[in-house]
């Protein structure tokens, strides 16, 4: 899968630099409380971004699947929708992660095509398609944010 392929912007959008994956907690980037007191290490901060990509293409690898960034926010999204009981669809997935809805399409069905995601239909709903990490897609999403959790302790 190539990265942010056909992502997309209206004119509307222009001006907003609201960072979509912070809305399902119902807060802004700009309601993230800085440590003033506290230096940051731009350094350390790259150098761990760059290390939990490589766990991440590490799990991953081996034929298992090829998760560029765009899959990988799909997975956290999934995740977190386990996590809090929130029924996802491909649609919330495009609004969140801003991009085509045919985009977000052809990425959620590459990640069923690799067994790491699943559709459900609701019973109350015929027309809405949910998506769900299958039993391998959370163990292997699971397992690489406890690696990449154990690195951000560390730091």
Request: charged share 25%; hydrophobic share 40%; glycine share 4%.
């Amino acid at each position: 899968m190539r990265e942010y392929k056909d992502t997309h912007f209206s004119d509307n959008d222009i001006g907003d630099l609201t960072d979509h994956s912070l809305k399902q907690f119902n807060m802004s980037a700009s309601d993230i409380q800085l440590d003033e007191g506290r230096h940051i290490d731009l350094a350390r901060t790259a150098a761990f971004l760059l290390k939990s990509r490589a766990i991440r293409a590490e799990q991953f690898g081996n034929g298992k699947a090829d998760i560029d960034d765009v899959s990988w926010h799909i997975l956290l999204h999934l995740i977190i929708s386990t996590d809090t009981k929130k029924a996802v669809t491909a649609l919330d997935l495009a609004h969140t992660l801003n991009l085509a809805t045919s985009t977000t399409i052809r990425y959620v069905e590459y990640l069923i095509a690799t067994g790491l995601v699943d559709k459900q239909i609701e019973a109350e709903n015929l027309e809405t398609v949910t998506l769900k990490l299958t039993q391998s897609g959370d163990a292997l999403t699971s397992d690489t944010l406890r690696r990449i959790g154990q690195d951000l302790i560390n730091i």
